[in-house]
Nanobody
Framework: QMQLVESGGGLVQAGGSLTLSCAAS????????MGWYRQAPGKQRELVAT???????NYADSVKGRFTISKNNAKNTVYLRMNSLKPEDTAVYYC??????????????WGQGTQVTVSS
């Protein structure tokens, strides 16, 4: 069974930094896209950043210049470096991946979520 495991969440002060990681495991042929989403209380889940197999990246306007998404293909792992954190960044962060199985079936995977809390 394929799965995503996230780590790195926690409590930080405004202006601080935090790095999230997400590792994919299971019968994986290829990962097409990986990304991060977040959901704050009372709000819908929103896209934070994505990265393709070819390393093309996209960011939400609210995090451009502060967050950086990267990956390690050999480890099937994606990272999110968050700098200059603001209280409005407080949310549960979810990893997402579009993964091809050895039979070329695409699976849309989600991590369990990790809490990021930014205090003022």
């Amino acid at each position: 069974q394929m799965q995503l495991v996230e780590s790195g969440g926690g409590l930080v002060q405004a202006g601080g930094s935090l790095t999230l990681s997400c590792a994919a495991s299971g019968s994986i042929f290829r990962i097409n896209t990986m990304g991060w989403y977040r959901q704050a209380p009372g709000k819908q889940r929103e896209l934070v950043a994505t990265i393709t197999r070819g390393s093309s990246t996209n960011y939400a306007d609210s995090v451009k210049g502060r967050f950086t998404i990267s990956k390690n293909n050999a480890k099937n792992t994606v990272y999110l470096r968050m700098n200059s954190l603001k209280p409005e960044d407080t949310a549960v962060y979810y990893c997402n991946a579009a993964v091809l199985s050895p039979l070329l079936k695409e699976n849309d995977l989600w991590g369990q979520g990790t809490q990021v809390t930014v205090s003022s």
